[in-house]
C-alpha cells in the first residue's frame, strides 16, 4: 500500500535552516509529481511546493520563493525540502502528498503523509 | 493567483441531515476541484476529485457537483464519523485551498 513518512521536524531558531524528508514505498515514486503542504496551528492549508516526477521542474508558492528547495532522489524513493532563513510564519505541520498523474502533473493530491512539525522560534 | 472561499465556515448538524459545503473560485477553474475530510491530528483525506468524481473507500453519501467558479459538496445523510473539517482545492492554476469549512454532530 501507498505510505509517505514525513521526518526532521523539530524546534529551530529564526533564520536557522532545516531539510524534512519524505519516504515514499508501495508504489513507483519515480513516476509521481509530489507536493510540500503546510498547515499552521488551528489554521488551513497552504500548498508549499512541488517537484515533477522526474525533477526536471519545480514551483513554489509566493510564501517561500527564494528560501525554500524542493528536490528529490528517485534512487532511494525520497522527497525533500530545504528549508533556509526560517521565520516564525513557517511554524506549521509539513505534509508530502502525491500528485495522482504518472509521468506528468497537475492533478488531484491522492495520499498524504501523517505530517511533521516544525517550530521556529527562540 | 486563484482564491477559494468556503462557506459557511462552520455548521452544526444532526444525524441523518442533509449537509451542503459551498466553495467558490476567483476565476473559472474547469472543474480542477477536489474536497479533502481532515480530522483533528490526522492528514487531509481525499474524498472528491474532478468536481464529482467519487475517490475509491469514500461512502456514496458525499457527492460533488458544480461548474465555472462555484462547487458544493453534499453529504446526504450526515453519520457521527463525518465530524470534521472539509476543504475544497483547485488545481487548475497552481493549487489553492479554500479556508476550511468546520462541521460539527449536534
Known amino acids: 500500500q501507498v505510505e509517505l513518512v514525513e521526518s526532521g521536524g523539530g524546534v529551530v531558531q529564526p533564520g536557522r535552516s532545516l531539510r524534512l524528508s519524505c519516504a515514499a514505498s508501495g508504489f513507483t515514486f519515480s513516476r509521481h509529481s509530489l507536493h510540500w503542504v503546510r498547515q499552521a496551528p488551528g489554521k488551513g492549508l497552504e500548498w508549499v511546493a512541488m517537484i515533477w516526477y522526474d525533477g526536471s521542474r519545480k514551483y513554489y508558492a509566493d510564501s517561500v520563493k527564494g528560501r525554500f528547495t524542493i528536490s528529490r532522489d528517485n534512487s532511494k524513493n525520497t522527497l525533500f525540502v530545504q528549508m533556509d532563513s526560517l521565520r516564525a510564519e513557517d511554524t506549521a505541520v509539513y505534509y508530502c502528498?502525491?500528485?495522482?498523474?504518472?509521468?506528468?502533473?497537475?492533478?488531484?493530491?491522492?495520499?498524504w503523509g501523517q505530517g511533521t512539525l516544525v517550530t521556529v522560534s527562540s | 493567483d486563484i482564491q477559494m472561499t468556503q462557506s459557511p465556515s462552520t455548521l452544526s448538524a444532526s444525524v441523518g441531515d442533509r449537509v451542503t459545503i459551498t466553495c467558490r473560485a476567483s476565476?473559472?477553474?474547469?472543474?480542477?476541484l477536489a474536497w479533502f475530510q481532515q480530522k483533528p491530528g490526522k492528514a487531509p483525506k481525499l474524498l472528491i476529485y474532478k468536481t464529482s468524481s467519487l475517490e475509491s473507500g469514500v461512502p456514496s453519501r458525499f457527492s460533488g457537483s458544480g461548474s465555472g467558479t462555484e462547487f458544493t459538496l453534499t453529504i446526504s445523510s450526515l453519520q457521527p464519523d463525518d465530524f470534521g473539517t472539509y476543504y475544497c482545492q483547485q488545481y487548475n492554476d497552481y493549487w489553492t485551498f479554500g479556508q476550511g469549512t468546520k462541521v460539527e454532530i449536534k
Open positions: 502528498t502525491r500528485d495522482s498523474r504518472l509521468d506528468s502533473s497537475g492533478y488531484h493530491f491522492d495520499y
Open positions: 476565476q473559472s477553474i474547469s472543474g480542477w
